[in-house]
């Protein structure tokens, strides 16, 4: 009897027929990213269809100057409350797990529930994220803003998703074909906020089943000349995506230009607090002005990676200079990062 393995490999090669050509297609969800190399099933994929990584990790691309900005409020005192995936990230200043007094969270929740037990504390949630991370955030800002709380305010780096796969679509280098879209993000934004994509699309879950007909789905797509965007994930993710939830955001947040790490400065590729609430605002609550130098650490090819133009074995550093135990750029970092990914799961095979 036929493996699964050997049966979706026959299913691959006979799309693959039909395509008569070479795609490019990038997975743009840091946990996809995990679960494609958990799960070896690139192996699966047929030689003229390439599945890169994209820049979907919100701790590989969170910016130099964020982490800097944050290592300046701890130390002038500000209880920061950060999430433990930033703590080996670089910035110009260094490294957050080589601060004293940091506020290690799990949750934004944890930040607000410190300010509020102690009143006489200045309190900074130092946030980054996407989407869906933006919403737990805008939440947070909510009771803060109702209760009224005068020592608690958010250092913002929440990412929007959208503009950047706009970017990457018409990116002639990386010559995508199709993109395997983040269902978390998806359970947000909805189908709709993925339409209009100039490329195909499939929102997917992160089981390996899932994922491999989420890519059957998307070659069938690129096979026949169709352009839209599909939905593999009914069970999270609507048409209209959470209304609640972009209520908040849309109450708290504003689109504006932002840099991501390794892509640079990209235009409405951030959230930004609103004006109006810029009391909780901590880049206007405090001087934060630091001159972070741009530029990736020496070597590091993490800004190629996240654009697909490099996959990470083709780095010279990987697995050598850079490994998870000594990463010299973001992409290592994070358990969800392509480098950290593609270096824990190397010898899987289906
Ligand atoms: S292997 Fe390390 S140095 Fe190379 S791109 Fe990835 S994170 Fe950067």
Same mark, same amino acid.
């Given at each position: 009897m036929k493996t699964a393995a050997t049966l979706w490999? !026959?299913?691959?090669?006979? *799309?693959? $027929?039909?395509l008569r050509r070479s795609v490019n297609l990038m997975e743009v969800c840091g946990s996809h990213s995990m679960a494609v190399a958990r799960s070896g099933l690139r192996a699966l994929l047929p030689d003229n269809v390439k599945l890169l990584s994209g820049p979907g990790c919100p701790v590989c691309v969170s910016a130099s100057s964020f982490i800097d900005r944050t290592i300046l409020l701890n130390r002038r005192g500000v209880k920061t409350a950060v999430f433990g995936d930033l703590l080996k990230i670089p910035g110009s200043l260094g490294k957050l797990r080589d601060e004293n007094? %940091? %506020?290690?969270i799990y949750s934004p929740e944890e930040a607000l529930e410190f300010a509020r037990r102690h009143p006489h504390t !200045?309190?900074?949630l130092a946030a980054v994220g996407f989407e869906p991370t933006a919403a737990v955030g805008a939440a947070v800002l909510d009771s803060a803003v109702r209760e009224g709380l005068t020592n608690f305010s958010v250092l913002c780096d929440f990412k929007h998703l959208r503009p950047v796969l706009d970017e990457l679509a018409s990116d002639p280098k990386t010559a995508l074909s199709g993109f395997l879209l983040p269902g978390h993000v998806g359970s947000i934004i909805g189908v709709s906020g993925y339409r209009n994509l100039s490329l195909p699309g499939v929102v997917s879950g992160f089981e390996p089943e899932n994922i491999?007909?989420?890519?059957? =789905? %998307?070659? !069938? =797509? *690129? $096979?026949d000349g169709e352009c839209s965007v599909k939905n593999n994930y009914p069970q999270l993710v609507a048409e209209e995506g959470n209304r609640t939830a972009l209520q908040l955001i849309d109450r708290y947040f504003t689109a504006a230009d932002g840099e991501w790490r390794g892509l640079g400065m990209v235009p409405g590729g951030c959230w930004k607090i609103r004006d109006e609430y810029a009391a909780f605002d901590a880049a206007c609550k405090y001087d934060l002005k630091v001159e972070t130098p741009a530029g990736a650490p020496s070597g590091c090819r993490c800004g190629e990676i996240l654009r697909g133009y490099l996959t990470p074995e083709e780095c010279p550093l990987f697995g050598s200079a850079c490994t998870p135990e000594n990463p010299v750029g973001s992409c290592m970092v994070s358990s969800e990062g392509a480098c950290a990914a593609a270096y824990h799961y190397r010898q899987v095979a289906i």
């Open positions: 490999r !026959e299913v691959f090669l006979h *799309i693959s $027929a039909k007094g %940091l %506020l290690v !200045e309190t900074v491999l007909y989420s890519l059957k =789905m %998307l070659l !069938e =797509m *690129i $096979a």
